[in-house]
């Protein structure tokens, strides 16, 4: 029987505080969970792939909005096209990817789709430590994700 929640982390392994949804999929893995933890690269195509089956899903990235980096937020898929401070982000994106899905294959889409977007301080360096903001983002994110799916 599949999971019926999944959590996709998002980011580039190699630049610093882009790394945070991995991190977040990396912690939460460590837990015993009831869902289906991925990782990935990219927030194309592959998003709505991994989502396809579930009755749920929770999406973590970076993204770079201009607020104080390790703000936490978090939205859902219409959020990002009603919201003018996430149209300039890559956030529209991943929305418009998960929105695709729901459209096209409204079957097999998550009935909730959540997405938390984790304001990054430095993006520019090829490091795997994270900026101190940003360490602290994850760990609240963490909680909160692990508060919505367990039993």
């Not at 982390?9 to 945070?20: K, V």
């Not at 969970?33 to 989502?51: N, Q, R, W, Y």
């Not at 703000?71 to 529209?92: K, P, R, Y």
Request: hydrophobic share 45%; aromatic share 6%.
């Amino acid at each position: 029987m599949q999971a019926k929640w999944v959590i996709i982390g998002i980011g580039n392994p190699f630049l610093q505080d882009d790394r945070a949804g991995l991190v977040v999929a990396e912690k939460l893995a460590q837990y015993d969970l009831p869902c289906s933890i991925e990782e990935l690269h990219t927030v194309g195509f592959e998003v709505m792939d991994k989502v396809k089956g579930f009755k749920k899903a929770i999406v973590v990235d970076a993204c770079k909005l201009g607020r104080t980096p390790g703000t936490v937020l978090e939205v859902g898929v219409d959020d990002i096209f009603t919201n003018h401070h996430l149209v300039n982000s890559h956030a529209v994106t991943l929305g418009t990817t998960l929105k695709t899905g729901i459209i096209c294959f409204p079957e097999e889409m998550p009935e909730e789709i959540r997405i938390f977007l984790i304001e990054v301080k430095e993006i520019s360096e090829f490091t795997k430590e994270m900026s101190a903001e940003v360490e602290a983002a994850v760990e609240e994110v963490v909680h909160r994700i692990c508060a919505m799916v367990s039993p």
